[in-house]
């Protein structure tokens, strides 16, 4: 039970409380949340990251999860759950079906075996930021950790696109790295696509698959090239750290991002050597990729170079023999089912923000070329509701962890501005009807 609460602070951004959520009994209450405040909230904290925290707590007996501004909070206290027995290798996970599956909700699975590692697989199709959401990949390592799932793999088939939805991507996956390993099967992968490949420790190619070129284009540059140049280079450098950190080369990186950078391979002891730099190369040295052309690998050549494992097919069952997994099962169409629901609702949530925006522009142009006050005094009232609308669902893309978004499109209207602007007319509208003609 929460020690006070409050239901008006600007930190509270969302309560949803419904039946479907289990109820957390006083044992079970195990993390405490301090805001600036004094407020405190004890629960299970579900996500978190660098603007919101989503805390299970209750509230007069109810159990209810709620969304804290990341900014109104002044301390975290995570202690361990002792009432919960963990699940080893000699205790299956049972897997509850949720009623979203094509399954009946009752039915049940016994998925981890001892001994076994188990594999989950997570589509990243079509272009990141229209077909790719960081929320599919959120709620699938959740449901992931919860079954026991052990070894995530990510099939990617995709032509890049925003870098936003990329980055926003591997902060999800940074959260839950600590309970998972990570894998990526690529079938295409360009552009963005190689900010979660990076960040995957085994990368595996299959057949006739390509890998690379990933030169960031700025919508909100000036069109300078030097302003886009220097923006892939800063995130070359932060992208090549992640990939060292592991396992893959940072030289990679570069070459894929950066036309200027080079990579070269040499053997040594039996191993390829990657280095980006020919100063000081052996003889016998190989060009992966020169100056003035940015990289794009091909399977042959990154399994020849062992910077992937090469697969025979674009199956599972070939990943999991090329990456020498012995023991293992696979945890079903979990990832798939969950990826489906999850983009159609972040779709219908940027057409609405992009038809928000639209529908405010123009009615705010309606009311400069109004000449009626009828007609002036309704364009304000419809841009009044757009731009409550737009803080709305700026709120819920927030929720739905797509923060950077939320930073681009932020300053689509001012919001502060238009609030008071608006009232402004308003009252001005209202002295002329009563001045009359």
């Not at 805001?35 to 159990?63: K, P, W």
């Not at 079906?97 to 981890?112: F, G």
């Not at 000081?280 to 940015?294: F, H, K, M, Q, S």
Request: net charge negative; proline share 3%; charged share 25%.
């Amino acid at each position: 039970m929460p020690r006070s609460k409050r239901f008006s602070r600007p930190s509270l951004i969302a309560i949803t409380a419904g039946s479907a959520l289990a109820c957390l009994s006083s044992a079970s209450l195990a993390d405490i949340v301090v805001l600036r405040d004094g407020t405190t909230y004890e629960g299970t904290i579900i996500t978190e990251n660098r603007r919101t925290i989503v805390i299970e707590t209750e509230i007069h007996g109810i159990s209810t999860r709620m969304t804290l501004n990341a900014r109104e909070v002044r301390s975290v206290e995570r202690t361990p759950i002792s009432d919960t027995p963990k699940v080893t290798n000699d205790q299956p996970t049972t897997l509850s079906i949720p009623k979203s599956s094509s399954n009946a909700a009752t039915e049940t699975k016994s998925l981890k075996r001892e001994g076994y590692q188990l594999l989950m697989e997570i589509p990243l199709s079509g272009t990141f930021g229209q077909d790719i959401y960081p929320l599919s990949v959120k709620n699938s390592l959740e449901w992931a950790v919860e079954q026991g799932v052990t070894d995530i793999v990510f099939r990617i088939n995709s032509p890049g696109g925003e870098v936003w939805a990329a980055q926003d991507m591997v902060a999800v996956m940074e959260r839950f790295s600590d309970d998972l390993n990570y894998h990526m099967l690529i079938e295409h992968a360009i552009s963005a696509s190689i900010w979660p490949s990076f960040w995957c420790e085994t990368i595996t190619m299959a057949p006739g698959a390509d890998f690379g070129g990933a030169v960031v284009y700025s919508t909100n540059s000036t069109g300078s090239a030097e302003v886009d140049k220097k923006m892939t280079s800063i995130m070359a450098s932060k992208l090549g750290s992640a990939a060292e950190a592991n396992g893959h080369s940072r030289y990679l990186v570069q070459a894929m991002m950066l036309s200027e950078a080079e990579v070269y391979a040499y053997r040594e002891r039996g191993e390829w050597v990657l280095t980006n730099s020919k100063d000081g190369l052996p003889r016998r040295y190989e060009t992966i990729d020169g100056p003035n052309t940015v990289l794009t690998l091909t399977t042959a050549q990154a399994a020849k170079y062992g910077i992937v494992k090469e697969s025979e097919s674009k199956s599972l069952e070939d990943f999991a023999k090329a990456q020498g997994f012995e023991k293992w099962d696979s945890a079903g169409d979990m990832g798939t089912e969950i990826t489906d629901r999850d983009t159609k609702k972040c779709k219908r949530l940027r057409d609405r923000l992009n038809a928000t925006i639209n529908s405010f522009q123009t009615d705010i142009a309606q009311f400069g070329n109004s000449e009626y006050i009828t007609f002036a005094g309704a364009s304000l009232q419809s841009a009044k509701k757009n731009l409550g609308l737009y803080k709305r669902i700026m709120a819920q893309a927030e929720e739905m962890e797509m923060p950077s978004i939320v930073d681009g499109y932020e300053n689509a209207i001012d919001v502060v501005y238009w609030e008071q602007q608006i009232e402004d007319y308003l009252a001005d509208l209202r002295r002329v009807r009563r001045l009359g003609p």
